[in-house]
């Protein structure tokens, strides 16, 4: 399970916020009340990287939920679809948490039976997603990055996307077919041929990556692509930049935030053009009389 982040989960509903937020409180109430006592610090607690503040008399209500993803609170009807800033991370993995001494969480885990992954599937609702914001998820480790690509798997009607900051290197096997604005900033993409396929997509913004040429950038010619941000790529600084741009996207409009300017139509290899004229010259003058050359 993913650790929740309270502030970050709620910043996205729209809809059923109160009670969702009435669920997690009666939830901790109940946890609390069963026992007749206040919660006990567990012995690992405030070791190996845990986070808790020693000068707290005791964990947070929060704590009990910090390797839970929203499905799995009860008591709240909650849908993905419903949040745009939803924390999809899952939690610690199997040898992680038995490093940390706490495999006792893993309990819950295991007794997971497979209508109630139906239901969190369900309860997902990705296929509904319209406009949806994943950045700063924090994928450390792979199953983390598959999870996550199972999320992007199913955002199969989303039009506006956010993925900065992802430690993303390859989403060629991703496709978006009603996307229409996608921001991938501060990634680690290398090349076009790495981005998700988006025959739809208008806006896009690829600032901060580590594009080094242009090669690929034309996959994107037959589609309504009408701004681009390549800002503090590699590509930036190669030669005759935006003219080249602008010739393998004829449709596009907006280059780094400044529209197309006069300039930026130019041939971009005026002085290869220069030289094939010249050769043709000198050919012609060779058939038509040898000795003159």
């Known amino acids: 399970m993913q650790q929740p982040d309270m502030s970050e989960s709620s910043s996205g509903l729209t809809t059923s916020n109160q009670k969702f937020f009435k669920s997690c409180s009666s939830c901790c109430s109940i946890r609390r009340d069963a026992h007749n006592s206040p919660l006990v610090l567990p012995q690992n607690r405030g070791t190996l990287g845990q986070s808790w503040d ?13 390797y839970f993803g929203w499905c799995d609170i009860e008591e709240h009807g909650v849908r993905g679809n419903q949040l745009l800033c939803p924390r999809v991370r899952e939690g610690p993995s199997e040898e992680e948490l038995f490093f940390r001494k706490e495999e006792h969480t ?67 096997a991703i496709r978006l077919p009603r996307c229409r604005e996608l921001n991938v900033n501060k990634n680690h993409f290398t090349s076009f041929k790495q981005l998700p396929k988006v025959p739809q997509i208008q806006h896009l913004s690829l600032s901060e990556n580590n594009i080094t040429t242009l090669s690929g950038i034309s996959d994107f010619r037959h589609t309504p692509l009408e701004s681009l941000i390549l800002k503090r790529n590699p590509c930036e600084f190669q030669e005759r930049y935006r003219q080249l741009v602008f010739s393998s996207l004829p449709n596009l409009k907006i280059l780094d935030g400044i529209p197309k300017l006069p300039e930026d139509c130019s041939p971009p290899d005026e002085v290869g053009s220069a030289l094939i004229i010249f050769h043709f010259i000198i050919l012609m003058l060779w058939l038509w009389d040898p000795r003159e050359i």
């Open 54 to 66: 020693p000068r707290l008399p005791f964990p947070l209500p929060s704590d009990s939920f910090k």
């Open 106 to 172: 893993l309990k819950r885990r295991k007794q997971v039976t497979d209508p109630e992954k139906w239901e969190k599937r369900l309860q997902e609702n990705w296929e509904n997603c319209a406009e949806l914001n994943l950045s700063f998820q924090d994928l450390g480790d792979l199953y983390q990055v598959e999870n996550f690509k199972r999320i992007l798997r199913r955002l199969i009607r989303v039009e506006k996307l956010w993925l900065v900051d992802n430690s993303l290197t390859d989403l060629s």
